[in-house]
């Protein structure tokens, strides 16, 4: 069984910054690439970057410049750290990790952590 465990979430002031962490646990799973996906309610969940394995990253338009991923393999950790945040920024932010276990590919998701940017 694997599971995601987000972090850092919380109230910001517009400007400020966040870093968001997460972790994963379990066994017999090896993840592709993993990201940060958010979801305000009556949207759908949209992408906020991704990074592989290899490190290469790809961030949505909105964020890039300011958001920067990065991740520890040996750890199985992913962090976002957020800067330069705003308003629109709020959001339930979601941990996502893509990968293979012995029987098949694999998609896990985080519990979500929320990230309100107000002053």
């Known amino acids: 069984q694997v599971q995601l465990v987000e972090s850092g979430g919380g109230l910001v002031q517009p400007g400020g910054s966040l870093r968001l962490s997460c972790a994963m646990s379990g066994s017999g799973f090896r993840f592709d690439d993993m990201g940060w996906y958010r979801q305000v309610p009556g949207k759908q969940r949209e992408l906020v970057a991704r990074?592989?394995?290899?490190?290469?990253?790809n961030y949505a338009d909105s964020v890039k410049g300011r958001f920067t991923i990065s991740s520890d393999n040996a750890k199985n950790m992913m962090s976002l750290q957020m800067t330069n945040l705003k308003p629109e920024d709020t959001a339930v932010y979601y941990c996502?990790?893509?990968?293979?276990?012995?029987?098949?590919?694999?998609?896990?998701w985080g519990q979500g952590t929320q990230v309100t940017v107000s002053s």
């Open positions: 990074i592989t394995r290899g490190g290469r990253t």
């Open positions: 996502n990790a893509a990968g293979w276990d012995s029987l098949s590919s694999r998609v896990y």
